[in-house]
């Protein structure tokens, strides 16, 4: 009995490492480019932010969902509600944004919020799935855990993008993105402790996640790229939207199927 507990115990600690690396080494990294180079090309890596939004979305998200047991009509469904929340829940940061400057405050755009949110859900659920596969394996823990931070690393760079764009400063939006990465841990000690319930609620959460992501490129970023009307600047959007969907296919190809 004492055995099991301290392997119990061992697993749970192990968990807590994994989705440490997971959630907030990747924003690590991924800050160490956002916060440096990758500023100067702010306008254009909007693009990719959308191809890398939308790509998680359909190919990685809602399949997932799919494999967790919800039908595709429930999906939909699913699929749909989220993008009516996001909605309203935009249009009421909207309000409060122009309260604000009414009121002569400073107000960030609604859709850091947004993001910051819709990468939330997505970290607790990867929390969940990291600690079912050291449930069952501590080695496949493992697997799972470097996959996670390998399909996480251009999400998050996006992300950054996203947050410099909407008027946060870098430290602000550090502090945000290090925020929603910690809920991976959030979701592995969930797992851990709960994970028959956990793992029910999974697909719904993860379709949750595809609307706000879905919601976020289609409805705030895009019409923010169709500003730039130029011919160079539509065909430079759209092959860096093209290599966002790229790279999640790319790291799909080699670490999702091990996640």
């Known amino acids: 009995m004492a055995l099991q507990s301290r392997r119990l115990f061992m697993v749970l600690l192990q968990i807590l490492l994994a989705t440490l ?25 909007l693009a990719y932010a959308v191809g890398i939004l939308l ?14 047991g919800l039908d595709a009509a429930m999906v939909g ?39 910051v949110l819709g990468d939330g859900l997505h970290n607790l659920v990867d929390g969940v799935l990291i600690a079912a596969a050291f449930l069952a394996d501590p080695a496949l ?7 996670v ?12 993008m996203i947050l410099l764009d909407a008027g946060l400063s870098k430290s602000r939006a550090l502090v945000l993105n290090a925020l929603s990465g910690a809920a991976m ?23 949750v996640a595809a609307a706000s992501f879905i919601y976020i490129a289609v409805a705030d970023l895009v019409p923010e790229l169709h500003r730039h009307r130029r011919v160079g600047d539509a065909a430079a959007q759209l092959v860096l939207l093209l290599v966002g969907i790229g790279t999640v296919q ?10």
Request: net charge negative.
């Open 21 to 45: 690396v997971g959630g907030v080494l990747s924003v690590m990294l991924a800050a160490t480019l956002a916060l440096t180079w990758l500023p100067r090309f702010a306008d254009r890596m």
């Open 55 to 68: 790509a998680f979305a359909f190919t990685d998200l809602l399949p997932e969902a799919v494999e967790q």
């Open 77 to 115: 469904q699913w699929l749909l509600a989220g993008i009516v929340i996001f909605f309203l829940l935009e249009k009421a940061a909207l309000w409060r944004h122009d309260h604000q400057h009414a009121l002569g405050r400073h107000a960030h755009a609604p859709r850091a919020t947004m993001i």
């Open 141 to 147: 823990g493992w697997t799972t855990a470097i996959a």
């Open 149 to 160: 931070l390998a399909h996480e690393l251009p999400q998050e760079i996006g992300d950054f």
């Open 185 to 207: 841990m959030l979701g592995g000690v969930a797992g851990y402790f709960a994970l028959a319930g956990a793992q029910t609620a999974v697909p719904y959460v993860l379709v």
């Open 250 to 259: 790319v790291i799909g190809l080699f670490a999702w199927h091990a996640h």
